[in-house]
């Protein structure tokens, strides 16, 4: 949306020197935050086909006092330097099928009591 075509329909200063901004540039609209120094905070570009909600920052938290519930098609989680999944109760994952692959080393599994492995056939190096 910062395309020299983008034509600032609204441009509103808030609290701490931010501005919130207006901008429709052909078939979309975006009403982006931005931060003292330009950049942006967060953006909600509307098209046709979809709503795009985009932030950035060097850091995001999303933090609920209940539960939290993400429901989609497909869901892709990419950390460029490692993902940790962390909880207090048990990690329960459920699918069709399930894979783990580790593409560059190890894959290890440690178990403070026992290891149980069930299934209809164990296959070992296949």
Do not use: F, W, Y
């Not at 979309?28 to 920052?57: M, Y």
């Amino acid at each position: 949306m910062d395309t020299p075509e983008a034509e600032v329909v609204e441009s509103l200063e808030v609290v701490g020197q931010r501005r919130i901004v207006l901008r429709r540039c052909g078939d979309s609209d975006a009403l982006t935050l931005l931060e003292r120094d330009g950049k942006v905070a967060v953006s909600v570009t509307i098209t046709e086909g979809a709503v795009t909600l985009t932030i950035g920052g060097a850091d995001l938290e999303v933090a609920v006092e209940r539960n939290l519930s993400i429901r989609a098609q497909n869901i892709a989680l990419e950390g460029r330097d490692g993902v940790a999944i962390t909880t207090a109760g048990p990690l329960v994952t459920t699918g069709r099928s399930q894979q783990l692959t580790a593409t560059h080393g190890d894959v290890a599994v440690d178990a403070n009591d026992d290891v149980k492995l069930n299934g209809e056939r164990i296959r070992l190096n296949c």
